[in-house]
């Protein structure tokens, strides 16, 4: 093994090759593996960006911070980010003008990471969203430009002269195409590990084995470690993979039959919708772990959502409805839903990337479409978890209401800007936030 040097960019990063696989490799001190690239230094990790998306907002009354600039307490709702406080910015009175424009649903969510006007009639056309720019100017330095992960399928309809359409797509590739969603696991995970036509159902590792064990040869005591701990969490997400849609998912619409009257895909979904979610985000981090992409977001249900939540008590509504109760069940649905976004946090957090975190590196956004499920667009719900490598400072609250500029956009600005490419405008903005 070794570092491969090709015309691709992204193979100038140490790999590990087998039959029909190639697997890109962890941060590692042995190994200048970013060494080279424009505007890092060497062993330098790249800063990763992610948004994480639920629809029909949060319980009205639980979404909140308090505190005198620093992060003191959270509401009900954040309680599952407790731990995470110090790392992450609550930001408050953000909105975006042109979901306030049309109606609701559709017309709050299809814009949501463009700030684009939005066709109405039926028709398709938004904008280019802020994590397929960032994924275009990087895709020469990574395998997969971005992954676009989702937990409940697209929806064809039309709702109060809107498509569903984009109550079910947060990524946009341009303005009149919507990023295809991925919803089965080990098609996500093939996308990052196996060769374009690729065939067989070899095990990842099985393939790289020997190449494996010369590099370790190469490597530090620790990084040895490092590698060993890495492809330990490879071989789970495998064996996790495997298990997958055996059973009749409970989740989204209530099926009529007690058993599926068809055979069931050769790669299926996972049954419970906390598998399903869990599974994303294992394989986001094995992602950003290996470089394999920069850019991730994970649609975990759509607005005006189907999901049903059997495995928490909560079986009597779907989620859309239940967003306009405010009750406690509402408020555990939420709890769950930001359950998914710590597990990520802890995840990225416990992997060392020289002296941060893979959190540490990363920029996480987490948002919906509306602030409860009134329908609220006024002011969105935001969390940005990570420090962009440090460039960005954390532990705060951020209370834009009332101010002239509260732009969701002004908010990419200052994202891309730590991303390295910084621009003038963006969506409806021309402004960036500059606390961010």
Known sequence: ?????????????????????????????????????KGLKQSQPPVRFACLFSGNGFHGKEWWAKGEGKIAELGKVLHPLNDFKPKMNFIR??????????????????????????????????????????AKATASQVKIPSLVLACEPSMAAV??????LYSSHISWTSPTTPAPLELYPALA??????????????????????DAASLKNQLSAS?????????????????????????????????????????????????????????MCDIMVLAFQTDSTRVCTLKLNNDHSSLRFPRLGVD????????HTDNADWLKVNQFFLEQLGYLARRLDSIREGERTLLDNSMIMYCSSMMSGQHDATQLP????????????????????????????????????????????????????LEI
């Not at 709702?159 to 569903?164: A, F, G, N």
């Not at 009332?402 to 405008?425: I, Q, V, W, Y």
């Open 382 to 433: 935001v969390v940005l978890l990570g420090s962009a490598g440090g460039k960005i400072q954390t532990g705060r609250i951020l209370d834009y209401l009332g101010k002239p500029n509260r732009k969701m956009c002004s908010l990419f600005l200052s994202l891309l800007e730590k991303a390295d490419l910084p621009m003038k405008t963006f969506g409806d903005s021309s402004q960036k936030l």
């Open 159 to 164: 709702h109060k002269d809107y498509s569903m």
């Open 316 to 323: 009597y509504m779907i989620h859309h409805l239940l967003s």
């Open 93 to 134: 009175g953000l909105f975006n003008s042109e979901a306030l424009k049309g109606n609701i649903h559709s017309s709050q969510t299809g814009n949501l990471l463009s700030g684009a006007p939005l066709a109405s009639g039926g028709k398709i056309h938004s904008g280019t969203s802020i994590d397929q720019v960032i």
């Open 223 to 279: 990084d040895t470690r490092r590698l060993e701990e890495y492809l330990e969490s490879v071989r789970e997400v495998e064996t996790r993979i495997s298990r997958a849609g055996k059973e009749q998912r409970l989740e989204g619409w209530k099926p009529t039959l007690e058993k599926p009257d068809r055979p069931r895909p050769a790669d299926g979904i996972p049954q419970n919708i906390d598998d399903h979610m869990r599974l």
């Open 1 to 37: 093994m070794t570092r491969m040097r090709t015309e691709r960019t992204f193979s100038r990063r140490a790999l590990l090759r087998g039959l029909g696989v190639t697997m890109a490799l962890p941060w590692l001190e042995s190994l200048p593996a970013w060494a080279g690239e």
């Open 189 to 210: 995970f093939d996308s990052l590990f196996k060769d374009a036509g690729a065939k067989g159902d070899k095990s990842v590792l099985d393939a790289i084995l020997q």
